[in-house]
C-alpha cells in the first residue's frame, strides 16, 4: 500500500516523462504499483499506470486521480524498473509500453462522441437544413453512437471540419466526451450449492429432484448442471425460494486450451542431453546467465527445456517459454501440459480478448507457474521466475513490427538479468547476433550434435532450376527428380512436404497488350492472383480487384497470370497425383480461428500424404512421418535488398531440411535452386551453421552491420511525397548537426540517408526511411534522442516518424 499523499504516474499518452498525481482521502487505502487508474489529463481522463509513491510535489499543484480501476495490480512492483528499461533503450513512452505489455482491452480514456440536439432534429423533421447539415445528422442518427472520429471519415465533403463546427454554434450537434470502457471484462458465472434447510414446501417434480441429486453431491456451475438437465434455469429459481439451494456469483476462467491430454512419462535423456541439463542446473544458483543450447533439428532441445522448467518449478519458482508461432504453441502447449498438468498458462494473439485477460489473471493471482506463448509473454506478470526459455530464437516473429518495436528474445535476457535467473536460447540455426554472443563469451554455448535414438541427418540433393528454364508444363517448376521424388515417398506409404514461402496462385499478373503489371493502387507492388478468393490481392494492404479486372493503363482484358505461389503448387499436385490427399498450410488456409491445428493434426493422424507449405511449417514441428522435403526455389529471399538475406535463407532452408526423416524412415531433401554453387546453399546442404557464420560475418564486419554495431532505423512516411522527403531531409540535417556538435562521437556513428524505402508507397503513405549505425549504444541512444528533442523535429501535419531500435526488416 502506498501511503505517500502522492504518487508517479505513466499515462497511456505519446510522453517520455510519468507525472504526479495527487491521492483522495478516500482512495489512499487502495492504492497499489502496478494498479490502473483514471486520471484527468488535460481537457480528458485517460488510463494512468502506478509506478510508485511520491512524497512531494514541487513547483506546481497536483491533480487528483479520478479512480482506481482494479482490485489487484495487474504487474508486480518489481516488473516497473523492466519497463523503464524498455523506453529507454527503445525510445518510446513508458506509459505505451507498459499498455503493450498488458492485455488488449486494459484502457479507458474520453472518446469525442456527437450527439444530435432537438433543435437539429426539428430542423430535419421541418426540412430547413443545407444538404451538408441533412447528411451529417442522418448519419448521425443511423449510427447507435457516433464518435467524431467515424463521422469525419465516413464524410465525403472535405469541408466537413468546418461544417461540424458551424453546426455545433448553430446548436444542432453537440460534441462530448465520453469514457470508453475496458474491452475485456471479468466472466462471473453462478454457482449452485446445496441448503438442506427449507423454509417453505415444495412439490418435487422428477426434474427438480434430478437437480437437487447432483447438488447433494458437490457444488456445481449453472453450465455444467444445464449439461445434465437443458431446462435447469428455469428449475432452480423456485428451489433457491423454497430454501432447498443456494445461488452465488463466482468469478470463473475461460478455458483457451484444446483437447484434455494424456500425462506422459518423461523418456530417458540421451548421454548429451543429461551434460546440458546437468551444467544449468549446477549453475543454477549462480544467478543470470545466458546459454545458447544449438542443437540440429530434432535432436530433443524440447525434453531439455521440461527438465529445466520442472526442476525451477519443484524448488517453487516460475517459468516463462517463449515460442516464435501460434501454430507452434499448440504442439508445445500439449507436451507442457502432459508433463505439468494445471500449472500452464498460454498467451498469443489469437486468444479472445476475454481468454487472454483471464490468463494474466491466472498468472498475477499465482494460479500457474509455467507461461508458454508466443513473443508477448515475455511480459508475463510472474514475481519469483527461475528460467526464461526462447525456442527457436533466430526467429523474425520475434521482433513486433507495429507500436513498440521490441523483441522478445532480447527482452528475455534483459528480464532475466532484472530476475537474477538463467536465459536458455535455442535453435538448430542460431542468429548470426546470438553467436556472435557465444564468440565474445557473453553467452555459453551448450550443443546437441546427435539426434535422438542417433536418427541420421536427411540427405540433401540439389537440383539446379537453370537446366529447366526453357521447359515447358509442370517440370519449369517440379522437377522431374522432385515429381518422383513424390511418387517414390507415396509409394512406401509416407509424406512429403512441398515448401514454397510464397502464396497464391500467381505472383506477376501481367497485361499481354501493354506489357505493365497489375500493381495494387495503393502501394507499389504487383498483385497476388488468389484462386480460393477469386480475386487479384495486394499482400501488403489488403486492397482486391476483381479476377475480370481490365489493366488500369490500357483498358485491356487480357492479364495474364505469371509466376507462382503456394496455390498453384498445390493445384499441380493434385494434377500430378491424383491419389494423394493433400492439404496445404499458408496465411491464406490458417485464417480462421483453429485452422492451423487442425491442419496440424491431419498431419500428425496421417490423412494427409502431401502438405504444401510457406514457412509456417518450416520451423519446430515433429512429424515423424514426414520422409521427403521438396524446396520449390531456394533462392526467393536470397536478393532481398537486405543484409540479413542470406543469414534468413540460410535459417530457413536448414530449418524446412529439418522436418525430414524425424522418424524411423531415413529422410531425404529435393533443393531446387538456381545457384546451387551460392555458398548459403551449401552451407544449408551440409546442414553447417559455423560454415555459414564464418563466410556471412566478413561482410557484416567490414559493412559495420550488426552484431558489429547498433543500429536505428527513422522511417518517415506521409500520403504527400514531397512533404515526406523534405521531412526525411530535415532529420538528417538534425542528425548530422548533433553529430557535428561532439566531435568525440564523429567516428563512433554513421549516418545512410535520407533514402526512398525499397518498396516506396504502402498504403498511399510515401515513404523515406534514414539509417543510423554505431558501436556505442549509449551514443546512438542519446543522438536520436537529441534528435526528436530539437525544434525543428515537429513532425508537420500528415507525416510520421517512427523510430525503430534494431531493425529486422529494411524493406
Known sequence: MIKTPYINIAVTLPVMKSYTYKIPEHLKDSCLPGMRVLVPFGRRRVTGYILSGQKECKGFKAKKIIDILDDHPLFPECEIPFFKW??????????????????????????????????????????????????????????????????????????????IRRMEKKD?????????????????????????????????SKKRKQVLEIVKKKEISLTGLRKNIPTAPALIKPLEEAGYIKVIQRQVFRDPLGDPVEPDTPPELTSEQQTVVKKVQDNSGCGFKSYLLSGVTGSGKTEVYMRLVQDVVEKGKTAIVLVPEISLISQTERRFRARFGEKIAVIHSSLTKGE????????????????????????????????????????????????????????????GKFNDCPVILGSAT?????????????????????RINRHSLPEITLVD????????????????????????????????????????????????????????????????????????????????????????????????????????????????????RLARMDQDSTSRKGAA????????????????????????????????????????????????????????????????????????????????????IQAARQQDFLEFFQSEVPFRKALMYPPFSRMVQLKISSNNALKAKTFAGNVAKVLKAVIDKDKKQNNMLQILG?????????????RWQILVKSTSSKSINEMITSMMDHPKINPASGVRLIVDVDPYSLM
Open 754 to 766: 535520407p533514402i526512398e524505402a525499397p518498396i516506396q508507397r504502402i498504403s498511399s503513405k510515401f
Open 356 to 415: 487472454l485477460l483471464d490468463q494474466w489473471r491466472k498468472i498475477s493471482l499465482k494460479k500457474v507457474s509455467i507461461v508458454i506463448g508466443a513473443r508477448s509473454a515475455v511480459f508475463s506478470p510472474f514475481k519469483n521466475i527461475g528460467i526464461i526459455v526462447v525456442d527457436e530464437e533466430h526467429d523474425t516473429s520475434y521482433k513486433q513490427e507495429t507500436g513498440l518495436r521490441y523483441n522478445a528474445r532480447d527482452l528475455a535476457i534483459v528480464r
Open 430 to 450: 542460431p542468429s548470426v547476433q546470438s553467436y556472435q554472443n557465444v564468440v565474445l563469451k557473453r553467452f555459453e554455448e551448450l550443443k546437441l550434435k546427435t
Open 465 to 580: 532450376l537453370k537446366k529447366y528454364k526453357d521447359v515447358r508444363g509442370y517440370d519449369r517448376i517440379i522437377t522431374p527428380e522432385l515429381a518422383r521424388g513424390i511418387r517414390a515417398c507415396l509409394d512406401k506409404g509416407n509424406q512429403a512436404l512441398i515448401f514454397l514461402n510464397r502464396r497464391g496462385f500467381a505472383t506477376f499478373p501481367v497485361c499481354m497488350d501493354c506489357g505493365k503489371s497489375l500493381s495494387c493502387k495503393y502501394c507499389d507492388i504487383t498483385m497476388t492472383l488468389h484462386k480460393g478468393y477469386n480475386k487479384y490481392q495486394c499482400h501488403l494492404c489488403g486492397f482486391g480487384r476483381s479476377v475480370n479486372v481490365k489493366c488500369p493503363e490500357c483498358g485491356s482484358s487480357k492479364i495474364k497470370p505469371l509466376g507462382f505461389g503456394t496455390e498453384k503448387i498445390e493445384s499441380m499436385l493434385k494434377a500430378m497425383f491424383p491419389d494423394a
Open 172 to 204: 444542432l450537434i453537440t460534441v462530448s466526451a465520453v469514457l470508453k470502457k475496458d474491452g475485456a471484462k471479468v466472466k462471473n458465472e453462478k454457482f449452485i450449492l446445496y441448503q438442506d434447510v427449507p423454509q417453505i414446501s415444495l412439490r418435487m
Open 597 to 680: 491445428i487442425k491442419i496440424l493434426k491431419s498431419i500428425k493422424n496421417r490423412t494427409v500424404d502431401i502438405i504444401v507449405g510457406t514457412q509456417m511449417l518450416a520451423k519446430g514441428h515433429d512429424f515423424p512421418s514426414i520422409t521427403l522435403v521438396g524446396v520449390i526455389c531456394a533462392d526467393l529471399s536470397l536478393s532481398l535488398p537486405d543484409f540479413r538475406a542470406g543469414e534468413r535463407t540460410f535459417q530457413l532452408l536448414a530449418q524446412v531440411a529439418g522436418r525430414a526423416g524425424r522418424g524411423k524412415a531415413i529422410g531425404k531433401v529435393i533443393m531446387q535452386t538456381y545457384n546451387p554453387d551460392h555458398f548459403i
Open 86 to 163: 524498455i523506453s529507454d533503450y527503445y525510445i518510446h513512452p513508458l506509459g505505451d509500453v507498459i499498455k503493450t505489455a498488458l492485455p488488449s482491452g486494459f484502457d479507458r480514456h474520453d472518446v469525442s462522441h456527437v450527439f444530435v440536439t432537438k433543435p437539429g432534429q426539428d430542423c430535419l423533421d421541418d426540412g430547413q437544413l443545407t444538404p451538408g447539415e441533412e447528411q451529417v445528422i442522418e448519419f448521425i442518427l443511423k449510427q447507435r453512437s457516433c464518435t467524431l472520429k467515424r463521422l469525419k471519415q465516413n464524410s465525403q465533403n472535405k469541408t466537413i471540419n468546418a461544417l
